[in-house]
């Protein structure tokens, strides 16, 4: 029984919502995750101020460490009894150096322990700022 005589059927539509959905979803995901380069290409015009010249550069402390836990301070030998005991050689090697750069050249097979007592004994003599030499590695 077909009481719809005249009506012809009605096509399926298909409904663009959803995917118009999913593809906000995905551009505002983009736009989130996009790194934007254009950060680092911004022109600083940099202040101005006038000081003195530095008279003298600071002076580093070179400090060696060898894979055998010896140690030296400027290329003299140092017999290790203790982070006190090199903290004090640290400051006889800075003279009258306020905060030198310490140096550290530690062999690549040296303890880690070795190279934190040197860092231990710069941070009991005051010194904050500390370097690591490093080489490049062969192609």
């Known amino acids: 029984m077909n009481f719809r005589r005249g009506h012809s059927r009605e096509e399926p539509e298909i409904n ?15 736009m989130v995750t996009t790194s934007y380069a254009k950060f680092s290409e911004l022109q600083i015009n940099l202040p101005q101020a006038g000081g ?57 097979k040296a303890p880690h322990q070795s190279v934190i007592n040197v860092m231990e004994a710069a941070r009991l003599a005051g010194y904050g700022r500390i370097t690591f030499t490093t080489q490049n590695a062969p192609k």
Do not use: C, R, W
């Open 16 to 30: 663009l919502i959803p995917m118009i959905d999913v593809l906000l979803v995905i551009l505002i995901f983009l």
């Open 52 to 108: 003195e010249a530095v008279a003298e550069a600071a002076k580093p402390v070179n400090v060696a460490v060898d894979a055998s836990e010896h140690y030296a301070i400027n290329n003299q030998g140092l017999s290790y009894s203790g982070v006190e005991a090199l903290a004090a050689s640290l400051k006889n090697a800075a003279g009258g150096q306020a905060d030198p750069t310490i140096v550290i050249n530690a062999d690549a």
